[in-house]
């Protein structure tokens, strides 16, 4: 199912808490380093997966989704659109419970075929600019998020 509203965000953000970061790169001036930098250090677990690296913010890194030993319940993708039909594959054989195509990732064709198999898709959007939005952090720097509320919603449970 496509997902594009704030209860659905939420109810993705809390209801997925192992994410594999599909073209992680080990550089710290990256935009997918500094999203996933932000939800490991907000309680998330962040399993990178990228060929060409062995190990990314201390977290073991695997060359696919195939390759790794445990249940993801987020595939979190930066890479080109050309490329998430693929991924999109993989998410849906491993089981992944949703699909997050990140800002400027457009492609509808594996959108909808990864929906068709039952994921919850968000795309077009930045896991860490939500999860900051609907969760608290934005509004600290002046930011208008949009979320008109006089109560912030709790956060989702960490898990270590």
């Not at 790169?25 to 060409?52: C, D, I």
């Not at 909808?112 to 608290?136: H, N, Q």
Request: proline share 8%; with cysteine.
């Amino acid at each position: 199912m496509m997902v594009d509203d704030i209860a659905g965000l939420r109810r993705v953000l809390h209801g997925n808490r192992a994410i594999a970061v599909v073209g992680l790169s080990p550089n710290w001036n990256r935009p997918s380093y500094f999203a996933a930098k932000y939800m490991l250090e907000h309680g998330y677990t962040v399993v990178p997966v990228n060929p060409g690296a062995t190990e990314i913010l201390g977290q073991k890194c695997y060359p696919d989704l195939a390759a790794i030993p445990f249940r993801v319940d987020m595939v979190d993708v930066f890479r080109k659109p050309a490329d998430v039909m693929p991924i999109a594959d993989e998410a849906i054989r491993i089981g992944a419970g949703c699909l997050w195509l990140q800002l400027g990732v457009i492609n509808h064709e594996a959108a909808d075929k990864a929906s068709g198999a039952g994921l919850d898709v968000v795309m077009d959007r930045c896991v860490k600019i939500e999860y900051a939005r609907l969760f608290g952090g934005l509004n600290y720097a002046g930011v208008n998020t949009q979320v008109i509320s006089a109560k912030r919603p709790p956060c989702p449970p960490l898990s270590f």
